[in-house]
T-cell receptor, first 112, second 112 residues
Framework: DAGVTQSPTHLIKTRGQQVTLRCSPKSGHDTVSWYQQALGQGPQFIFQYYEEEERQRGNFPDRFSGHQFPNYSSELNVNALLLGDSALYLC???????????FGPGTRLTVL | QKEVEQDPGPLSVPEGAIVSLNCTYSNSAFQYFMWYRQYSRKGPELLMYTYSSGNKEDGRFTAQVDKSSKYISLFIRDSQPSDSATYLCATGSGGSNYKLTFGKGTLLTVNP
């Protein structure tokens, strides 16, 4: 049973560029949440997608946007990258009716 | 005041020791509580899930929640070098609030 998968593993971008990160949820899960984890910090909630809609958003600017596809996979897009966007981006999957979230391995984004 | 406070450590113990990890939280709306283990440069792995107050045991791990004092704990018995990781506490409110709120994590090293 495949767990949560994310791609790419690592990414290096320069300030001002745009990036797209991808996530496939655990089999049987229909809900995807995205978190940002800065070095030495706990994950911070960005947003959650369910039924192809964003149903909750954390305190992140509009530069952060997402999408969920009919197969429940999801993308996180970040525009106009800043140095402070350098972090581990984590995807977590769950079902629409449960609280338990399972995390993928993350994508490490470095902005130069 | 952060919603979830966790002593970042680091914590270093000898193999076989009992480890106690703790978090406090400020939001009375939090209803469920989780502990995740995160190895270096990996995604968080769910260890324990507890709903409301009480204890839950799984092998060498015991999670405790005291909602009256807003205090959550994870105990690890007979600690092993493979337990060396960062331990993150997380809380959630449930209902229509789907996000998890994390502590900063405690870095644990178990020495052989």
């Amino acid at each position: 049973d495949a767990g949560v998968t994310q791609s790419p593993t690592h990414l290096i971008k320069t300030r001002g560029q745009q990036v797209t990160l991808r996530c496939s949820p655990k089999s049987g899960h229909d809900t995807v949440s995205w978190y940002q984890q800065a070095l030495g910090q706990g994950p911070q909630f960005i947003f959650q997608y369910y039924e192809e809609e964003e149903r909750q958003r954390g305190n992140f600017p509009d530069r952060f946007s997402g999408h969920q596809f009919p197969n429940y996979s999801s993308e996180l897009n970040v525009n106009a990258l800043l140095l402070g966007d350098s972090a581990l981006y984590l995807c977590a999957s769950s079902t629409g009716t449960t609280d338990t979230q399972y995390f993928g391995p993350g994508t490490r984004l470095t902005v130069l | 005041q952060k919603e979830v406070e966790q002593d970042p450590g680091p914590l270093s113990v000898p193999e076989g020791a009992i480890v106690s990890l703790n978090c406090t939280y400020s939001n009375s709306a939090f209803q469920y509580f989780m502990w995740y283990r995160q190895y270096s440069r990996k995604g968080p792995e769910l260890l324990m899930y507890t709903y409301s107050s009480g204890n839950k045991e799984d092998g060498r791990f015991t999670a405790q929640v005291d909602k009256s004092s807003k205090y959550i704990s994870l105990f690890i018995r007979d600690s092993q070098p493979s337990d060396s990781a960062t331990y993150l506490c997380a809380t959630g409110s449930g209902g229509s609030n789907y996000k998890l709120t994390f502590g900063k994590g405690t870095l644990l090293t178990v020495n052989p």
